[in-house]
């Protein structure tokens, strides 16, 4: 299940988040050679992770084995603080549109080639239920242009933001990828299951948005 922690309850997920920081360190600084994002205390965290970003974590038996971090566009973010270079257009600022980044699996619960895998295809389907009960529509990400075909599939609605730039050595294009309830109903249908992903929430109705 996928729970969803910003600063309102991330003192009941203290120990859920240092897990997350430390998968975080493994991911891209062990695995992908990100060593600016080096720290000798194994967990990688940054100046993003204030009391506006929005952390989804995927717990199974109280081990965190999934994360990925969510940004508001309508404060600085990734795109327009770092990889500028890769944004050719005016980057996306609007509350109906968030940033998503660090998304990191545990090994043993990866994708296998283009299958999706049980723990990405559910915190995809976390972000599109967040988003429609939160007032999201699109999501902007830097990421493998691999993943294009993968979103499209997924019936999310691809706009690339620029070219694709080499990024600490991986290909890498933004784009902002947009969503609905068409898009939640073929993430179910592909995950074999109409049951929500999300666990818990901060609270209900969350809405950034009208």
Not at 30 to 59: N, Q, T, Y
Request: proline share 7%; net charge negative.
């Amino acid at each position: 299940m996928i729970h969803i922690v910003t600063a309102e309850n991330a003192p009941r997920y203290a120990e859920a988040l240092e897990q997350a920081w430390r998968l975080r360190h493994r991911v891209f600084v062990e695995e992908k050679g990100w060593s600016d994002l080096a720290r000798p205390d194994g967990r990688e965290i940054d100046g993003f992770d204030d009391a506006h970003a929005l952390h989804m974590l995927a717990i199974e038996a109280g081990t965190v084995v999934g994360y990925q971090r969510m940004l508001p566009t309508t404060r600085p973010y990734l795109l327009t603080e770092v990889l500028s270079e890769l944004c050719e257009v005016e980057p996306p600022r609007s509350p109906h549109v968030w940033e998503w980044t660090r998304y990191a699996v545990e090994r043993g619960h990866r994708d296998r080639g283009r299958i999706l895998s049980p723990v990405g295809s559910a915190l995809l389907t976390g972000i599109v239920e967040w988003g429609l009960e939160s007032g999201v529509d699109a999501i902007v990400i830097e990421m493998n242009p691999l993943w294009l075909l993968r979103l499209v599939q997924l019936h999310f609605r691809v706009t690339p933001l620029g070219l694709p730039r080499p990024i600490a050595g991986e290909e890498t294009v933004a784009v902002s990828a947009a969503f609905d309830e068409r898009t939640l109903a073929r993430l179910r249908a592909t995950r074999g299951d109409d049951a929500t992903v999300l666990s818990a929430r901060p609270g209900r109705p969350l809405r950034l948005a009208s």
